[in-house]
Structures are given as structure tokens and as C-alpha cells.
């Protein structure tokens, strides 16, 4: 894969946990187990192929509506994934972030993500996102706020509100250059967006794998990305 065939930044909604589990006559949330594994070997190839931002989606604002059961393993597991990998995350120049109203989870997921936040903040090779309690609404209703209150104190006149003033102001901000998402990819055959980075999406080419996400290992990924190179990105123009 060329670095011209290779997206800088790839948004995954990592689907399909739950079906995987019951098809199999397992609980639910031993999906969620097996897909925590592919977040990390999915991350470690990225970082090998030398892709700039991962972001997953790893909880949306309606999963809060899940038995607290179900909750309370997927926040186990977010607190096992940063203790597992952050020194490796550090060795490899990853720095990570979190976009989403991620101040209502648990108090102790809270202050382990911002240690490692802390940790990894000087990573420069790859940025890996974490969407927690997201949603792309409540991200874009966030900036219009902003922007009001800014105009409202005189900071900024509505004249010069521009592209680049939403913008700055959607949680993804900090990304950068590689805030547009590159390449959305959502497993298990389903073909929504479901509230994820509506904005960054804009030009983004879509893929809808049916493997279910426990089973999306690196060499379903690598095919995802054999489709993308095939692509032509026009961005409107011919
Ligand atoms: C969607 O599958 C998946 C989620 C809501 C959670 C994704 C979480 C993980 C992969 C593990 C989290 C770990 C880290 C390290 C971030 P679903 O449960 O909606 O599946 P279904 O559509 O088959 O029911």
C-alpha cells in the first residue's frame, strides 16, 4: 500500500459485538471481550502501515440505554486496554484522545483515560481517538453554541463565521490537518452512519464489511483497505 493509496485518518464503527456473542450461545458482552482484542491488533497495524488517525467509535450517547451490566464490562475493558497498552501505545509515538461528553462515565474510567491522555500527549506518529458517549449531533450543536457566545460577547461577528470556525470549535478540532476522515468503515453489513462524525464524513469513501467486529482481523482490514486504494476521490471536482 502506497502512501497515496493509504488513508491518513480511518473512523471504524467496530459493529456486530452482540450478534457475534449470541449466535455463538455466548452473553453479549463476551463479544465486546473478543472485540476488545481486535482494537488492539487493529491499532498496531495501523501504526505499522503508517496511517496518521484512528478514531473509534467505542460508545455512542444512545449505548447508554444498555443494561448496566453490559456497561460496566465495556468500561472494565476500556481500563484494561489503556493499563495493557500504554507503554506500548508511548513506544510507538501514539497519542491518544477522547471526543464525546466522556465526563458522565464511570469516575475511575475518567481518571485513567486522563493519565494515559496525559502520558501519550507528545505522540507524534499516529493519533488514536476514542468516540466515548458520542454523538455527532450533540458534537455540532456544541460548536453552534460556542459560536453564539462568542458572538454574543463580541469576540466574533456572524459575518465571519466560516467553515473553519465550526471547525475549530467540533471535538475533533485537534486532529488538525487530519481531522476529515479519510475512510469510514462500519462491520457486520450494516449500512448506517449512526451519528458518528457526521461533519468529518463529508468526503469520506465508505466500506460495510459483513464480518461481525470479533472476527475483523488484520487481514479483513487489509482487504477493506485493498478497496479504498481502488477508489478515485474526486472531492466534487472531476
Ligand atoms: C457495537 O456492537 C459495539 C459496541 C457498542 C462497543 C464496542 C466496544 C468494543 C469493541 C470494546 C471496547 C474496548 C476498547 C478498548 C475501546 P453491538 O454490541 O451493538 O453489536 P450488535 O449490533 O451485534 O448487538
Same mark, same amino acid.
Given at each position: 500500500?502506497?502512501?497515496?493509496?493509504?488513508?491518513?485518518?480511518?473512523?471504524?464503527?467496530?459493529?456486530?459485538?452482540?450478534?457475534?456473542?449470541?449466535?455463538? *450461545?455466548?452473553?453479549?458482552?463476551?463479544?465486546?471481550?473478543?472485540?476488545?482484542?481486535?482494537?488492539?491488533?487493529?491499532?498496531?497495524?495501523?501504526?505499522?502501515?503508517?496511517?496518521?488517525?484512528?478514531?473509534?467509535?467505542?460508545?455512542?450517547?444512545?449505548?447508554?440505554?444498555?443494561?448496566?451490566?453490559?456497561?460496566?464490562?465495556?468500561?472494565?475493558?476500556?481500563?484494561?486496554?489503556?493499563?495493557?497498552?500504554?507503554?506500548?501505545?508511548?513506544?510507538?509515538?501514539?497519542?491518544?484522545?477522547?471526543?464525546?461528553?466522556?465526563?458522565?462515565?464511570?469516575?475511575?474510567?475518567?481518571?485513567?483515560?486522563?493519565?494515559?491522555?496525559?502520558?501519550?500527549? %507528545?505522540?507524534?506518529?499516529? %493519533?488514536?481517538?476514542?468516540?466515548?458517549?458520542?454523538?455527532?449531533?450533540?458534537?455540532?450543536?456544541?460548536?453552534?453554541?460556542?459560536?453564539?457566545?462568542?458572538?454574543?460577547?463580541?469576540?466574533?461577528?456572524?459575518?465571519?463565521?466560516?467553515?473553519?470556525?465550526?471547525?475549530?470549535?467540533?471535538?475533533?478540532? *485537534?486532529?488538525?490537518?487530519?481531522? %476529515?476522515?479519510?475512510?469510514?468503515?462500519?462491520?457486520? *453489513?450494516?449500512?448506517?452512519?449512526?451519528?458518528?462524525?457526521?461533519?468529518?464524513?463529508?468526503?469520506?469513501?465508505?466500506?460495510?464489511?459483513?464480518?461481525?467486529?470479533? %472476527?475483523?482481523?488484520?487481514?479483513?482490514?487489509?482487504?477493506?483497505?485493498?478497496?479504498?486504494?481502488?477508489?478515485?476521490?474526486?472531492?466534487?471536482?472531476?
Amino acid at each position: 500500500m502506497t502512501a497515496s493509496t493509504l488513508p491518513a485518518h480511518i473512523a471504524i464503527i467496530m459493529d456486530g459485538n452482540g450478534r457475534w456473542a449470541v449466535s455463538r *450461545g455466548y452473553p453479549r458482552f463476551y463479544g465486546h471481550i473478543r472485540g476488545a482484542a481486535r482494537v488492539r491488533e487493529i491499532v498496531r497495524e495501523c501504526r505499522t502501515l503508517g496511517v496518521r488517525a484512528l478514531t473509534l467509535y467505542a460508545f455512542s450517547t444512545e449505548n447508554w440505554k444498555r443494561p448496566e451490566e453490559e456497561l460496566s464490562v465495556l468500561w472494565t475493558l476500556l481500563r484494561k486496554y489503556i493499563r495493557r497498552e500504554v507503554a506500548e501505545l508511548k513506544k510507538n509515538g501514539i497519542r491518544l484522545r477522547v471526543i464525546g461528553e466522556w465526563t458522565r462515565l464511570p469516575e475511575e474510567a475518567r481518571r485513567e483515560l486522563s493519565q494515559a491522555m496525559e502520558t501519550l500527549a %507528545d505522540g507524534e506518529k499516529m %493519533d488514536l481517538v476514542f468516540a466515548l458517549s458520542y454523538g455527532s449531533r450533540a458534537e455540532l450543536t456544541d460548536a453552534v453554541r460556542k459560536i453564539a457566545s462568542e458572538c454574543e460577547n463580541g469576540m466574533m461577528k456572524s459575518s465571519e463565521i466560516t467553515e473553519a470556525t465550526v471547525e475549530g470549535r467540533l471535538w475533533s478540532s *485537534g486532529l488538525g490537518e487530519h481531522s %476529515d476522515v479519510d475512510f469510514m468503515i462500519r462491520t457486520s *453489513g450494516e449500512q448506517r452512519l449512526s451519528n458518528f462524525l457526521l461533519w468529518q464524513c463529508s468526503y469520506a469513501e465508505f466500506d460495510f464489511p459483513d464480518t461481525l467486529w470479533p %472476527d475483523f482481523n488484520v487481514s479483513e482490514f487489509r482487504k477493506s483497505l485493498g478497496r479504498y486504494g481502488a477508489r478515485k476521490r474526486r472531492f466534487g471536482g472531476l
